[in-house]
């Protein structure tokens, strides 16, 4: 008789020999056929046992009545999901229907995460079954037939007899993930060819080296120690292949092995710990773990004058250290040193440390109490920008202490190409660290906007931040790969990978400076359309590496730095010095001024703004020169003066009425000083301008997209959030319908994009595709931009941009690949 099994899955189905994993296509677990499923049920096919249900809940496997046993596995690779997005219905020992429900999955969190939804269907005791009748190449719906299988006569080949005494061997399993479907069949496939009867012993639990699904269901960890057995004329040489098998996949030692077991919600490949991308590059090196040493403290004090002396004499010498650090570091650093020395001078602080010292608090207890209010104040004032620079007052707190403990000198020792790993790493941290010596940073905490983060790609070290806790599992001296771009950290990969990742950084090194030599000349793409690759600036720095980098004028001045972190606002003169300095540095090169954008993530505190629920929806952007407009007209007639004439650009406008109001103040104040009104131009950052950008752009002269806050207005995210850093993707489809939107209402006005997802070189196709025709990127990223553009043809673009365009996430438009030039396309 046999046994009829339905389709556990609807979808499409297919041949397993088509399956995109050489494992189920070879047929190493067996015979049978995949389905794509496009509803997130797995159904029994017949009735039956659970005899298998995997740790991670992607694969179950029912034995009928007849004793077949058949494997229903989820997608390819999803045991990296970590049983994330499986809801088993069923567990092992359970006696089922046909038709039965199985276990409910996440399709869209599967499509996203496995490397294929399609999912194999297998008969895994083929010696004794054979599986006929399997129907492919169709639509299929739950119950409806899709095979049937047959029991061999009785006589089929079994194993060699076995002979002799059992040999027995321990072995410790490299394999990052452990044995799950795939090595498990890989172990079956190697030990078939032997007569020996092989088996494998974990945990007082046995299972046949042939039976894939038994060792599967042993849920044998990677770094586990398990007993081989065999017996058999060709034992010794069975336990050798095997052994070498088991021991060799992915070399990984015990706590390697365990972080990356636990990786389960990784999105990187196996072995790969995800986390958020803060620094650009990649890095590959012997893991450092930074183990931060707990400083003691004394909680009472001696008498008040002593401890307040030592106190003092701390706080010398860490403003010591910290004025050499800064006399050595012009740039980012050096601002963050700055800022630590003007916390140590806070009087409220030294305020509250002597009314501690004077209720009878060590020093060390005085200082600690003194900052942590200020941290807890930070913490718990729910921003996320706050929260980050708590990081920075606990760094001084640290520092202090360490002085006043005597423990302050005591550098990390690295080994070349070191990857430093931090539950936490704070700004000195990174700073003490010998960065010579450091490939790159992995860090368990922490968010993109850290001052780590930002010191970090200042220092062009590639850094991923908010790890979790699995990064300490880490063991040191382990080889790890570090992805800033794409937020991964690979613990101990194989040979493979490192070989293609040491590929990827001898060409990424030849590409930059490829691209650096080429800086300088305009930037048209290969079929000569001229796209104008501009700088965003903050600061004369910034202008300065501009120009060196080879930006052909500034598309976003963001003004508002020289407002911020002082305790009034620049007047006339200092901002048109301030101005004037940097078109100078630009050297004639087109300069873009945006007014003001204060307030949200870039207070002041001078400003009486009124508190705000949710600054980021409140008083920003124009709407704070709208409600100050003596603010406002200061700043524009110090514009007005700068030679040669700035164009003027207005951030957050929601409305027309917005461009209108600053059009006649702007007029009548050029008027006065007896020169023409420069061009005015609008950002669009608001889903409101993105589609009435034909409104805008009728009294607007240019449109520059910002793509920062249109990503967190469209997406409704907090573009400073940690925790949602990863999803605020401009390259959301629906992002780029705005941006495509307000390209095309443009009618012809010249189109930029100015937030950061002009600097990434696979955006620009997309973008120049929409119809933009400037790109105003970070100094640093403008050699490779340039580069990336000169490569591209605009067919090339435009065909990349509509099919974003129909893309459902940002991942997907992520993974989509530039068409080939076509010589119509050149000519
Ligand atoms: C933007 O929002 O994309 C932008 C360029 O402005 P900022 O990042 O300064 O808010
Ligand atoms: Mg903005």
Redesign the pocket.
């Known amino acids: 008789m046999s046994l009829v099994l339905t389709a556990p899955l609807a979808g499409w189905a297919s041949p397993i020999a088509e399956t995109p994993d050489p494992v189920f296509a070879q047929k190493m677990l067996g015979d049978g056929l995949a389905i794509d499923p496009t509803v997130g049920e797995l159904r029994a096919p017949c009735d039956g046992v659970v005899i298998g249900l995997h740790p991670c809940s992607h694969a179950v496997t029912l034995q009928a009545a007849n004793g077949a046993e058949i494997m229903l596995h989820v997608g390819l690779e999803t045991v990296r999901c970590g049983g994330e997005g499986f809801a088993p219905q069923v567990k092992i020992g359970d006696t089922v229907t046909a038709g039965a429900l199985l276990s409910r999955f996440d399709l869209e969190l599967l499509a996203r995460r496995a490397a294929s939804l399609v999912s194999p269907i297998v008969l895994i005791n083929g010696e004794r079954f054979v599986i006929d009748g399997l129907v492919t190449d169709r639509e299929v719906g739950f119950g409806e037939t899709v095979a049937t299988i047959r029991a061999l006569a009785a006589g089929v080949a079994e194993a060699a007899a076995a002979e002799g005494e059992t040999l027995r061997r321990r072995v410790r399993v490299g394999l990052a993930h452990g044995l799950h479907a795939r090595p498990a069949a890989l172990v079956a496939h190697e030990a078939a060819k032997f007569a020996a009867e092989i088996g494998l012993e974990a945990r007082g639990r046995r299972a046949s080296a042939r039976s894939p699904v038994s060792v599967m269901a042993l849920a044998i960890a990677s770094g586990e120690e398990i007993e081989l057995t065999a017996l058999g004329l060709d034992a010794d040489a069975a336990l050798e292949a095997l052994t070498r098998l088991l021991a060799e996949v992915g070399h990984a030692p015990p706590a390697i092995a365990a972080a990356a077991s636990d990786a389960a919600p990784s999105d990187g490949p196996h072995g790969a710990l995800a986390g958020v991308p803060a620094a650009p590059g990649l890095a590959i090196g012997a893991a450092v773990r930074l183990v931060e040493a707990e400083v003691v403290i004394e909680p009472a004090g001696g008498a008040p004058e002593d401890e307040r002396a030592a106190l003092a004499e701390a706080l010398a010498l860490v403003r010591t250290a910290l004025s050499a650090r800064r006399a050595a570091d012009a740039g980012q650093g050096g601002e963050i040193v700055e800022a630590h020395l003007a916390f140590l001078g806070d009087p409220e602080l030294a305020r509250a440390a002597e009314d501690a010292i004077r209720d009878g608090a060590s020093a060390g207890a005085a200082w600690s109490h003194a900052i942590g209010g200020f941290v807890d104040q930070l913490r718990a004032a729910g921003d996320a920008r706050m929260a980050e620079r708590a990081g920075d007052l606990a760094d001084l707190r640290r520092q202090v202490l360490l002085q006043l403990s005597g423990d302050a000198a005591r550098p990390l020792a690295l080994p070349d190409n070191a990857i430093v790993l931090a539950d936490d790493l704070l700004p000195s941290q990174l700073m003490e660290l010998d960065a010579a010596r450091v490939a790159g940073l992995a860090i368990g905490r922490g968010g993109p906007t850290s001052h780590v983060a930002i010191l970090a790609a200042a220092m062009n070290i590639p850094a991923v931040v908010a790890i979790g806790p699995r990064l300490l599992a880490i063991e040191d001296g382990a080889l790890v790969i570090l992805d800033g771009d794409a937020g991964r950290l690979q613990v101990a990969p194989g040979p493979t990978e490192i070989a293609a990742a040491q590929t990827q950084l001898a060409e990424r090194r030849s590409r930059r400076a490829r691209a650096q030599a080429a800086a300088h000349e305009p930037c048209r793409t290969a079929d000569g359309v001229r796209i104008e690759v501009f700088a965003?600036l903050g600061s004369l720095e910034d202008a300065t590496a501009a120009v060196a980098a080879g930006a052909e004028g500034c598309g976003?001045l963001?003004t508002e730095f020289l407002f911020m972190e002082r305790p009034d606002a620049p007047d006339e003169a200092e901002q048109l010095a301030a101005y004037q300095a940097i078109a100078d540095a630009l050297a004639g090169r087109p300069l873009i001024a945006r007014t003001l954008?204060i307030g949200a993530d870039k207070p002041v505190d001078y400003l009486p703004l009124p508190p705000q629920d949710n600054p980021a929806l409140g008083v920003r952007g124009v709407r704070v020169g709208l409600a100050w407009p003596g603010l406002l007209r200061t700043q524009l007639r110090a514009l007005l003066q700068v030679r040669p004439a700035p164009h003027i650009m207005l951030?957050m406008i929601a409305s027309l009425g917005e461009l209108t109001a600053v059009r006649q103040v702007l007029e009548s104040l050029a008027a006065d000083l007896g020169v023409p009104p420069p061009p005015l131009g609008v950002?669009v950052?608001t889903p409101a301008a993105a589609i009435t950008t034909d409104l805008l752009a009728a009294e607007a002269d240019f449109i520059s997209i910002?793509?920062?806050?249109?990503a967190q207005y469209a997406l409704a995210m907090d573009r400073t959030s940690p925790e949602l850093a990863a999803q605020v993707d401009a390259l959301h489809p629906a992002v780029l319908r705005l941006i495509g939107e307000a390209a095309r209402g443009a009618g012809g006005r010249l189109v930029a994009v100015?937030?950061?997802l002009a600097s990434e070189p696979a955006a620009a196709p997309i973008l120049i595709g929409l119809g933009v025709t400037e790109l105003s990127a970070a100094p640093g990223a403008v050699p490779e931009l340039k580069a990336a553009i000169r490569e591209l043809t605009l067919a090339q673009c435009r065909d990349l941009a509509q099919r974003a365009l129909r893309q459902t996430s940002a991942a997907e438009v992520r993974a989509l690949k530039l068409a080939p030039a076509t010589l119509e396309a050149m000519t």
Do not use: F, V, Y
């Open positions: 965003n976003l963001r954008d951030p950002m950052e910002g793509s920062n806050d249109l100015c937030g950061s």
